[in-house]
Nanobody, 126 residues
Framework: QLQLVESGGGLVQPGGSLRLSCAGS????????VGWFRQAPGKEREVLQC????????NYADSVKGRFTISRDNAKNTVYLQMNDLKPDGTAVYLC???????????????????WGQGTQVTVSS
């Protein structure tokens, strides 16, 4: 069964850091662009960042620019989202998604992605 599994979420104080992981299960992420999204209660899903097959990363959210970093480790079949200086408005379910049809590129449109993880909860609170 092909699936994405997120992990690394939890409760963190404002200003703290977390590293989220998105692992491919049953397939290799080597040929997939992977995006990170988040959805806060009562809000629409928001695209954050994406990393292409060749490792080129794109940031789509000004609110996280300079604080979040996406990376991939093909040997571990995993994509990461390093989140620093977290703020209370970062409280959300964070999801990763994979798309094989983008080549070296990325997409901010969630509808293009083939596989989605179940999400991991991040709560930023003192």
């Amino acid at each position: 069964q092909l699936q994405l599994v997120e992990s690394g979420g939890g409760l963190v104080q404002p200003g703290g850091s977390l590293r989220l992981s998105c692992a491919g299960s049953g397939f290799s992420l080597d040929y997939y662009s992977v995006g990170w999204f988040r959805q806060a209660p009562g809000k629409e899903r928001e695209v954050l960042q994406c990393i292409g097959v060749g490792g080129h990363a794109l940031n789509y959210a000004d609110s996280v620019k300079g604080r979040f970093t996406i990376s991939r480790d093909n040997a571990k079949n995993t994509v990461y989202l390093q989140m620093n200086d977290l703020k209370p408005d970062g409280t959300a379910v964070y999801l990763c998604a994979a798309d094989r049809g983008l080549g070296l590129g990325c997409s901010s449109d969630g509808r293009t992605y083939d596989y989605w993880g179940q999400g991991t909860q991040v709560t930023v609170s003192s």
